[in-house]
């Protein structure tokens, strides 16, 4: 019974000290910040996608790589990878570059959408994951937004 005791107190603070390594999932913000088509092929496209990252958090994070999806009007569009290593700073940014490529098919799938929509602001989503340096946690994110493609109209101006 003896050495149950600290066995257990042992195993609280062990518990507790992982808890304290456990990412928060609001400490991240990605959103995409350019976009450019560099290649094309009948099958599919690929483009070159600057994200922007905070850093939410009070400690500087290395990451190792990130996966992740951009959906366009709720459909898939495009999907990246990247292992390109960055350290972002507490209360920071950092832009990474990365490859994605998308199908003929999540091509065709927008244009589609966009004729059915033609007046409506163009809603994207991009989720995936980041991994940290030294860790076998990744943080995952989760971002929404809307493009409106609309030019404002002029009025035209009356003198009097």
Do not use: W
Not at 1 to 14: D, G, H, S, T, Y
Not at 85 to 103: A, H, N
Not at 117 to 140: D, M, T, V
Request: glycine share 6%; net charge neutral.
């Amino acid at each position: 019974m003896l050495l149950k005791f600290p066995a257990f107190i042992a195993l609280i603070v062990l518990l507790s000290a992982c808890a304290s390594i456990t990412p928060q999932p609001d400490q991240f913000k990605v959103n995409i910040s350019a976009i450019q088509m560099t290649e094309s092929t009948l099958m599919e496209q690929r483009f070159a996608v600057k994200l922007r990252i905070m850093n939410r958090g009070r400690d500087s994070v290395s990451i190792d790589g990130m996966s992740f999806d951009i959906e366009l009007n709720g459909k898939d569009f495009a999907s990246g990878v990247s292992n390109e290593k960055i350290t972002i700073e507490p209360f920071s940014e950092g832009v990474l570059s990365v490859s994605v490529t998308s199908t003929i098919f999540g091509i065709l799938r927008q244009l589609h959408g966009l004729q059915q929509n033609k007046n409506q602001p163009f809603n994207y989503e991009i989720s995936g994951s980041i991994y940290p340096a030294n860790s076998f946690l990744n943080i995952p994110f989760k971002e929404k937004g809307e493009i409106d493609f609309k030019t404002p109209s002029r009025q035209s101006s009356k003198n009097i």
